[in-house]
C-alpha cells in the first residue's frame, strides 16, 4: 500500500499542477511536504463548512490545470466499480446535494447489475448551513440537517419504501427499509461532530461485511478512499473500493451542483492529508 500511496504523491501531474503554484515537489518523501504546500495555496476553508469558504483568486491557467490533470489525480473520472457484487455498498453524508446524488448512482448502479447485500447511507447530525435551507426547499427535503437529506435521498431513490425500523438515541440513529438503512455515527469527540472515520468504525463494528464498495462525490474520491482503506481495510480487514457519482446522478437542473478549480484543489488538499494519515498507519503495521 505504501508504494501505491506514495506513487500517488509523486505522479508527473501533482509536479505540473505543485509547479503552477510556484512550488517543486521533492522526489523523496513527498506527502508531509504537499501537506504544508496544499495548506498554504490549496486550503479556502480554514475549518469552515465547504460551502462557506473564502473564495480563491486563481489564474486561468491555474484553473484550466487543475481541470485537465483531475483524472490522473483521482478527483474526476472514476465512477465504475471492477467487481459485479460486494457485500455492502456504503455512501457518505455530505452537503444537502449529496444527500441526493449518491442515493441516485447507487440505484442506477444495481439496475445496471452490481449487486449488494446491503446499502447503508453513513453520516451525522450535522445542521445545514449557508445555502442549504433554501436548497432543502427547493429539493423537497423535510428537515434540517444532513441526517434529513439522506434519508430524503434514499425514499427519493427507492421509495416508496413505508415504514422504516428506527432504533438510536440523541447521539446516533439507525433507519432501516429491510437491506437499505441510513446511520448517522456518534462522534468519538465530544468537541466536533462525527467525522468519516467515525462513521467508518461505527459501520464496521455493527457489520459482517468482508468487502465494500464506497460511492461518494468525484473530487472527494482520494480522501474518501485513503479514510476508507485506513479504517475499514487496515482497521477491520474489510476490502474496499471507492468510485464517485456519475455526471447523470450529479443532474440536479439548475440545483446542480457545478465543481470549480478551488473546489477541486480543496479536495486535493483533504486527499493529501488523508494519503499522509493513511501512509503513516501503513507503517505502524509493517
Known amino acids: 500500500m505504501i508504494p501505491l500511496v506514495d506513487a500517488w504523491a509523486s505522479q508527473p501531474a501533482m509536479h505540473e499542477l505543485v509547479a503552477a503554484f510556484g512550488g517543486r515537489l521533492p522526489q523523496a518523501d513527498p506527502l508531509p511536504w504537499l501537506d504544508v504546500f496544499s495548506s498554504e495555496h490549496w486550503d479556502f476553508r480554514a475549518g469552515r463548512e465547504r460551502n462557506l469558504a473564502d473564495p480563491a483568486v486563481l489564474t486561468a491557467r491555474q484553473e484550466a490545470l487543475v481541470i485537465d490533470l483531475a483524472p490522473e489525480l483521482g478527483l474526476a473520472g472514476h465512477e465504475t466499480p471492477s467487481h459485479s457484487h460486494y457485500d455492502a455498498i456504503l455512501m457518505t453524508g455530505g452537503m444537502i446535494r449529496a444527500g441526493i446524488v449518491k442515493p441516485r448512482h447507487v440505484a442506477a448502479l444495481l439496475e445496471n447489475g452490481i449487486t449488494a447485500d446491503s446499502v447503508v447511507f453513513l453520516g451525522g447530525f450535522r445542521p445545514f448551513a449557508g445555502d442549504e435551507l433554501p436548497l432543502a426547499d427547493a429539493l423537497g427535503v423535510k428537515g434540517d440537517d444532513e441526517f434529513a437529506a439522506m434519508v430524503a435521498g434514499m425514499e427519493f431513490a427507492f421509495g ?3 415504514e422504516p425500523k428506527v432504533a438510536g438515541d440523541d447521539r446516533w440513529r ?13 462522534s468519538s469527540d465530544p468537541v466536533r461532530r462525527a467525522n468519516s472515520q467515525d462513521t467508518f468504525r461505527f459501520w464496521a463494528e455493527r457489520t459482517g461485511a468482508r468487502s465494500a464498495l464506497l460511492v461518494t462525490t468525484p473530487i472527494y474520491v482520494p480522501y474518501q478512499g485513503a479514510a476508507a482503506v485506513e479504517t475499514l481495510g487496515l482497521g477491520y480487514g ?41 501512509r503513516h498507519a501503513c507503517a505502524r503495521d509493517v
Open 174 to 186: 439507525e433507519v432501516v427499509w429491510g437491506s437499505l438503512s441510513v446511520l448517522a455515527a456518534p
Open 238 to 278: 474489510i476490502a474496499v473500493e471507492t468510485v464517485g457519482t456519475s455526471a447523470a446522478a450529479n443532474d440536479l437542473g439548475e440545483f446542480t451542483q457545478r465543481f470549480l478549480p478551488e473546489h477541486h484543489l480543496q479536495e486535493l488538499r483533504s486527499a493529501v492529508r488523508g494519503m499522509l494519515s493513511l
Open 160 to 162: 416508496p419504501l413505508g
